[in-house]
Every structure is written in C-alpha cells, then in structure tokens.
C-alpha cells in the first residue's frame, strides 16, 4: 500500500513538471511569436563632393551601403530626378547648386521621409548618366550638349563645342531619291586635351557592346562605330592598334586608319608579314594575328587577346604552344590554351610546322610580325574599307580590297572616318533603310559626301545595322536595327579623365 502511495505521488509530481514545461514553451513561443522582428537599417550617407572639370560636373555620394528603392526619371520638359532610401543628417540639406552652362543648369538636393532625392536641371535628357558601383552613386553631368533645338531632318552648322577640339553637328542631304540624315564629328587632334582611341567592348576579343555603353564605360565624349567583325562572335575584322599594341592582323591588305605619336591622321592599305626562324635557317611564315582562317594554307598567331584558348586546330593542322621564345607544346587534336604569356601558333602541318613543333624546349626562337608599310610605331589603328576619298579625289576600290561587288551600288547605313587638309579628323554616320526620312547612301554618294564635307583622305567603316553615333552615352542617330553590339569602336575623350598616364603596350611579337 505504501509502495502504491508513492508511486501515485512520484506520478503526480512527473505530470506537475511536466504541465510546467509545456507552459513555459507554450510562454517562450508567444513572447518569440510577439517580439517585434527587426528593423533593416537604412543606408548612411557618408559623403557628399562636387567635382568639376572644364566639360562635367561630377556628383559623387558615398553611403554605408547599397541605396534601396532606387528611382530615376529622366524625361523631357522637367528635371532629371533621382530618389533612393537612406539616412542623412538634417544640416547637411538641401544642397542647391546653379551653373550657366549649355546643358547644366542647377543640381538641388534634399533629404525628406528617409530618401535622399536629386533634381538635375539640364537641357538635353539622357546627357546626364548614373553609375552605381557597390555603395557609391556618381552622376556624370555634360556642361555642353549639339544644339539641342535642332532635329536630324534640319542642316546645321557647327554649334557650341561638345568639349574643346570637339564640335558635332547634324544636317540633312537631299538626293534625288530621298532625304538621308547625316551626323558629323569634327575633331582636332592637335588638341592637346583630345585623345582618339580605338575601344573593344571587352579586354578579350568575342564580345560586343553597343557604342553608347563603350562611349559612358570609358567616360568619353562621343564615339562612332569601328571596323567589321565577324557577327556570331564579336571579333574584329582587319587591323586594330590600341596604344601600340597589335591587337589583330589586317585582312585582304585593306585600308587602315592610323594615328602617329604626334597625333597626325593617316591611311593606307595594309599588309601584315612574319615568320618564326628554325635553327636550321627555314622559316614557318605568320600571315595574320588573331583573325579567321581564311585560306587552308594561313598560319595565324593567337595571343591572349584573342581568349583563354585558341580555336580549333585545322583539319589536317597543328598548333604550336610559344612560351618565353620557346616551344611548351603541340597539338594535333585539341585546341591548345593561350597564356597571358604565350601565344598559339595555328596551321598546316607542313614540313616546317612540323619541324618547329619538334624542337627541343630548351632551343629559343626568332620571331619577327611586321607591316607594310612599317606601323611598328604607330599609336592606334583601326581597319575598314574601301577607300572612299583618297588624295583629294572620290576613290571606290571595292573589288581590289575584296568586297563583293553587289554592295557597290546597294543604298545602306554607312560610317566613315576621313581626315581634312588642316589635319581634322571627321567622323561621319547615314542613317538608312528608313522610307522617306532617311534612305542611306551608295558608297559612291558616301564618298562625294566626305569630299563636300572636306576630307581629302577617308575610308568606309563597318556600316548597315552597326552604323552608330554616341554623344556623352545618347546615340545621336537613328541605327536601322537599334542600338545593337558591335565589336570596336573609335572614341573620343578629353583631359583631365583621359590623360596619356597609361603607358604604351609593346606590339606583342616582335
């Protein structure tokens, strides 16, 4: 009976403990279920600059963190707005800045409600740009702008500079089929805060960009399209120079742009030589750098530029790894990697090749790349073609630079570059395959359309659905197909963003 009553007592006390368990969990999960969850913190500006140059106004914000709720507004007859969440200190606001200039006329800041909001006051929309990078905000505002009041369809005569040694202006020609809007960009390269540079849309050749986006990632002024690449893949057809460094090899010996080191616009048609020098004095010939295969009996010299891996080996071909002037490897089968520094030599397997590919590692090589005429020492270049003025005189060698003939009399979207007796440089869009507002030129009426405007030298660029101008990051012409990837591009920067601190890459190969 006695061990009965102290069972029923244990019983009892196990079941009060464990009713008091329940109870404080039952507690425990109401009070959680009541705490009020946390409130995310906002960002925190930390700074606030001004930067001026002779051409921008820079706005540059700084915030603990990546703002939130990010808005912008940008369209015509009403201020530029920007509005995003983050916390500021009330005596920091409103900031108002006024400025007399063609584009720029006001900023004015203020902090209300936890968002910052900025209106800009400009003439032209889409001038001004914003970049976001990480936790900072920086708007880029163009104090100048190309006459604002005037459309495609109206001629005009040179406006207020974009920038110092650059003016653009926009006018119509009307030929007996049609009207064909015209944008132009006259450039001195004298200018010593001007510089011209060729641009690839990535560090690596096979990708593209559209004109507008090269023009604002390399914070330039304006820009134009470049030289033909090949469409799937984004890589550039002909020669292309960037601070003296061969990028890629010319094809068909075509017409070039070249700019000297002391700025001076010249042409000519191109052609690339080269060899690698055997021990026993033969020679394995190069006949072009990171360009297509054309012909079955090419050998061409790929460099990093071209990508992490050469393309694939020929039929019947081989590849050749060079490292530090040596062999490091061959293949037959699979497409060798490129090194940042070594390059792939890729062509027949002809007793030369061969011979090459079997040398000791330990063996150095004698490997020469050059042009004719000699541009070892150009600056930049870019390729195109045909001609369109050379000397003075309207000059169309399509056939000679193997263009097909059918394109000599089609009517299209072109882009040029041509260079003027007092040594400017134009760059020059048609817009086309537009009825009855603008039906593009045949290359003969591009060619009298670079002589009227005065160049007594200049050549096609790549043209049709690639034709595109950018001013400041706005496309200021009108593309047939819209604002579509292209490989290159020629644009053009001032001082201070674009001084010539980066030093000069050797040619590659030497």
Known sequence: MKAYCLNRLLLRSAQVLLNAVVLIAVLSTGAEAQRPSPVPVAATLHKLQFLESGTHTQLVLTLSRSPEALVVQDDPGKPMTISFKAAASPGDFPQNRTFNQPNLKGVFIESRNGRIQIFVKRVLPGSVTLARQNSRLTLNMPHFLSQPGNSPEKASSPGPELAPGIQHRQLTERLPAGPVRVNVLEIDPQNPSVTITPALASNRM???????????????????????????KGIPLGILIINQELISGPIYDRVAMGITPNNEIVMDRVRLGGEVLLPDRRRVPIHTINQPRVKSNQTVLYTSRWGKQ?????????????????????????????????????????????ALGSLNPNIPLSLNVYTLPDWSGMKHAVGGGPWLVRNGTPYVDLQAQHFTSRSLGSREPRSAVGVTAQG?????????RQKGVSIGMTLYEMAYLMKKLGAINAMNLDGGSSTQMSVYGRTVNRPSAGSIGVSNSLIIKTAPTDTASNPSAPLPVK
């Open 310 to 354: 050469a393309p694939p080996v020929p039929e019947d071909g081989l590849q050749i790894l060079i490292r530090q002037d040596r062999v490091a490897a061959v293949s037959q089968t699979e497409a060798l990697p490129i090194p940042q520094d070594g390059m792939v030599l890729s062509g027949p397997a002809s007793p030369e090749m061969l």
């Open 424 to 432: 400017k440089m134009l760059l020059v869009t048609v817009d086309g």
């Open 206 to 232: 096979g990708a593209k960009a559209n004109v507008a986006a090269m023009v604002a990632g390399h914070q330039a002024v304006a820009g134009i399209n470049g030289s033909f690449f090949k469409q799937d």
